[in-house]
């Protein structure tokens, strides 16, 4: 069974940064495609950010390309997503997934088999 923990998140203001960082244990973290989505009260979570069981690959929603980044560390188990210039729209609870299937890098919540508690971002204005 794999657990997945968030942490980093917080307060911060319009134009700061935040890095996420997702703890993962059991199974075999290499073998799993890993994301980051997100859940803003009173919508749908949405997809933020992927990428590929080597790293190599990566894709991120329009919303967030350009100032997300996420990167993982396949022999600490880690996964982060590093946020610049972060806006009022970004506010919502930061989830991290992992998708154990085979077919490349996935954007859709239900595709994703396991997932963290979330962590909060707050971006005041």
């Known amino acids: 069974q794999v657990q997945l923990v968030e942490s980093g998140g917080g307060l911060v203001q319009t134009g700061g940064s935040l890095r996420l960082s997702c703890a993962a244990s059991?199974?075999?973290?290499?073998?799993?495609?890993m994301g980051w989505f997100r859940q803003a009260p009173g919508k749908e979570r949405e997809f933020v950010a992927a990428?590929?069981?080597?790293?190599?690959?990566?894709h991120y929603a329009d919303s967030v390309r350009g100032r997300f980044t996420i990167s993982r560390d396949n022999i600490k188990y880690m996964v982060y997503l590093q946020m610049n210039n972060l806006n009022p729209e970004d506010t919502a609870v930061y989830y991290c997934?992992?998708?154990?299937?085979?077919?490349?890098?996935?954007?859709?919540?239900?595709?994703?088999?396991?997932w963290g508690q979330g962590t909060q971002v707050t971006v005041s204005s």
């Open positions: 997934a992992g998708d154990i299937g085979t077919y490349g890098i996935r954007t859709k919540v239900q595709s994703y088999d396991y």
């Open positions: 059991g199974g075999t973290f290499s073998s799993y495609t």
């Open positions: 990428l590929s069981r080597t790293g190599i690959s990566t």
